[in-house]
Antibody, heavy 121, light 108 residues
Framework: EVQLLESGGGVLVQPGGSLRLSCAVSGFTFSSYAMSWVRQAPGKGLECVSV????????YYADSVKGQFTISRDNSKNTLYLQMNSLRVEDTAVYYC?????????????WGQGTLVTVSS | EIVLTQSPGTLSLSPGERATLSCRAS???????LAWYQQKPGQAPRLLIYDASKRATGIPDRFSGSGSGTDFTLTISRLEPEDFAVYFCQQYNGIPLYSFGQGTKLEI
């Protein structure tokens, strides 16, 4: 069974602060799939903030977080990370870890349950 | 930049009825690279349809997708009580590389 479990959220962070999210996965060969972080602000839609290739050699960032967030992965630990710096109020959202479908189809076929990041003074 | 606009914003129907949800792109989505997701309150999104018309694993055949270019449709042939949720479309071939529509809420 495919499982993705996010952690690192659930805390209140002040504007300008930093936070690192983790996503531990199981049930599939982690190193064979690109992975992503998708966020959803309260009552809003979905935004793909970052994607990382299978080996970690290629990354993608939404313009809204470029230079602020860093995605990484440790294939030996089956874990995905998102380092978030200089956090702003508008970064408040539920952050989902998502597995990308195999091949070139850039859709997300499995998702974690999400972790809430709240940025407020 | 490709902007996806979903309509209607809210769709009120009853179980057993047919639902038709629209997703319109501001520019052509090449390769029919469009997907649909379902999201229920407090849950993560679930992939329903990809490549405009292919059902994801385990998705009932009452869900179907169609369209190409700039106009795409998700159809639910006979609504079941568990289908009432928010539906998002996503394009994955334009700029930005990944973008979602704002969602359609399907309510009873």
């Amino acid at each position: 069974e495919v499982q993705l479990l996010e952690s690192g959220g659930g805390v209140l962070v002040q504007p300008g602060g930093s936070l690192r999210l983790s996503c531990a996965v199981s049930g599939f060969t982690f190193s064979s799939y690109a992975m992503s972080w998708v966020r959803q602000a309260p009552g809003k839609g979905l935004e793909c903030v970052s994607v990382i290739s299978e080996t970690g050699s290629h990354t993608y960032y939404a313009d809204s977080v470029k230079g602020q967030f860093t995605i990484s992965r440790d294939n030996s630990k089956n874990t995905l990370y998102l380092q978030m710096n200089s956090l702003r109020v508008e970064d408040t959202a539920v952050y989902y870890c998502a597995k990308r479908m195999a091949g070139t189809t850039r859709v997300f076929d499995y998702w974690g349950q999400g972790t809430l990041v709240t940025v407020s003074s | 930049e490709i902007v996806l606009t979903q309509s209607p914003g809210t769709l009120s129907l009853s179980p057993g009825e047919r639902a038709t949800l629209s997703c319109r792109a501001s520019q052509s989505v090449s390769g029919s690279n469009l997907a649909w997701y379902q999201q229920k309150p407090g849950q993560a999104p679930r992939l329903l349809i990809y490549d405009a018309s292919k059902r994801a694993t385990g998705i009932p055949d009452r869900f179907s997708g169609s369209g190409s270019g700039t106009d795409f449709t998700l159809t639910i042939s006979r609504l079941e009580p568990e289908d009432f949720a928010v539906y998002f479309c996503q394009q994955y071939n334009g700029i930005p590389l990944y973008s979602f529509g704002q969602g359609t809420k399907l309510e009873i």
